[in-house]
């Protein structure tokens, strides 16, 4: 029973295409979020959810967009897809509050051609 | 400022050996750092944290070491197994956003 789980494992697209990543957690986590990996490893978060509204924005292009339809989904939609788009995503979730556990999901490869 | 800067980079023990990772940070607002460990193919995972106000806490084989003074912070995997060869991330946050400021990573090779 998958706590935090992303949808697809694997996405393989070409340059200029848009895609959507989604993410569920059955936890019942009011906050959600999405990190990025790069191929050097290095996380970094972009956004961050909390009762499907949005409390961190860093500073990500525009063509990524967010969308929470409800506390246990957060779903990430890119357009106009980049070489440089190409990472592993990470949908994470936690309780609200200081210093609680984020939970991660297993990721979402993305390679752009 | 949020920077969290980690080292090594990358890390070989022999089993049974005491590898040792450092982070240090330079926002004093961070009240929380912990570890995570990931493996290929998954997510990171919550291994153990720390808040500032304790000097040291420890959770089976993996101990933090907090030094609030001089802004760094340690793990230390007792008796290292060849299953616990991953990549160790430590972060720092503050505050209710939970935001998780990550180091640069150590991939650990315990070999047998």
């Known amino acids: 029973d998958t706590a935090v789980s992303q949808t697809p494992k694997y996405l393989v697209t070409q340059m200029g295409n848009d895609k959507s990543i989604k993410c569920e957690q059955n936890l019942g986590h009011d906050t959600m979020y999405w990190y990025k990996q790069d191929s050097k490893k290095f996380l970094k978060i972009m956004f961050s959810y909390n009762n499907k509204e949005l409390i961190i924005n860093e500073t990500v292009p525009n063509r990524f967009s967010p969308k929470s339809p409800d506390k246990a989904h957060l779903n990430l939609h890119i357009n106009s897809l980049e070489l440089g788009d190409s990472a592993v995503y990470f949908c994470a979730s936690s309780q609200p509050g200081s210093n609680t556990e984020a939970f991660f999901g297993q990721g979402t490869r993305l390679t752009v051609v | 400022q949020q920077q969290v800067k980690q080292s090594p980079q990358s890390l070989i023990v022999q089993k049974g050996g005491i590898p040792i990772i450092n982070c240090a940070y330079e926002?004093?607002?961070?009240?929380?750092f912990p570890w995570y460990q990931q493996f290929p193919g998954k997510g990171p995972a919550l291994l153990i944290a720390?808040?500032?106000?304790?000097s040291e806490k420890k959770e089976g084989r993996f101990t933090i070491s907090f030094n609030k003074s001089a802004k760094q912070f340690s793990l230390h995997i007792m008796d290292s197994q060849p299953g616990d060869s991953a990549t160790y991330f430590c972060?720092?946050?503050?505050?209710?956003?939970?935001?998780?400021?990550f180091g640069t990573g150590t991939l650990l090779a315990v070999q047998p």
């Open positions: 972060a720092a946050s503050r505050g209710a956003t939970n935001k998780l400021i």
């Open positions: 926002n004093t607002a961070f009240d929380y």
């Open positions: 720390i808040r500032p106000d304790v």
